[in-house]
């Protein structure tokens, strides 16, 4: 859930460190699924970010795309959030954490000071 005060401008610079690090850089497909879901829930399309479009748009699949029969949203998605947590076991966030709970695909952007952010990341500080 988004905080409502947390500025599309610190999301974008996170977004930008996150995919600048070296946890995604040799992962452009990861980055890719990244931004997309980020760019849609910041111009109030969430509603579009659902595993048909995400297989069509980003994985190239034909318009008649079951996820049901074809898993690659699923198992990318496991991808990212694994890369995520890769991610932030390595490097703190910065103003925020991005993070995308399971059973979804629309990202979260979490204060990194928040009880919430030192749970999911395991920090204590």
Do not use: W
């Not at 040799?26 to 297989?55: C, E, H, S, W």
């Not at 991005?98 to 952010?117: L, Q, T, W």
């Amino acid at each position: 859930m988004p905080h409502k005060d947390i500025v599309p401008q610190t999301i974008l610079q996170e977004l930008n460190t996150i995919c600048s690090s070296p946890v995604f850089t040799a992962a452009p497909r990861m980055q890719q699924l990244l931004r997309f879901l980020v760019d849609k829930t910041l111009n109030g399309q969430k509603n579009q970010i659902k595993a048909y479009t995400i297989g069509v748009e980003i994985f190239a699949r034909d318009a008649d795309f079951n996820s049901q029969s074809d898993p690659v949203v699923r198992v990318e998605m496991r991808r990212l959030r694994s890369k995520l947590q890769s991610y932030y076991a390595t490097y703190s966030a910065g103003d925020i954490m991005v993070d995308i709970p399971k059973g979804g695909y629309i990202p979260e952007f979490i204060p990194a000071d928040s009880p919430e952010c030192l749970a999911l990341t395991g920090r204590t500080t």
